[in-house]
């Protein structure tokens, strides 16, 4: 898979949509920065979908992402 925004897309289109709720962790419906650890696609483009800059990516905040993309 390639390493510009194409592939980008392609690795975070719909798994990342269906593990966003198990990388909840606590439950908040938010992704921090820390959950998403150990999610390689999701730290690989957590800046780029931490728009506000507050360590935290929402699923509204995934989406439009992901829609951009």
């Known amino acids: 898979m390639g ?13 990342i949509r269906e593990q966003f709720a198990s990388l909840d962790y606590d439950r908040n419906a938010k992704v921090s ?3 998403a650890h150990g999610n390689v696609d999701l730290t690989a483009a957590f800046d780029d979908m931490d728009i506000d800059r ?3 990516v929402t699923k509204a905040a995934l989406d ?4 951009l993309r």
């Open 54 to 56: 507050n360590g935290v």
């Open 33 to 35: 920065r820390a959950e």
């Open 3 to 15: 390493t510009g925004q194409g592939g980008v897309r392609a690795a975070l289109g719909r798994p």
């Open 64 to 67: 439009r992402f992901l829609t």
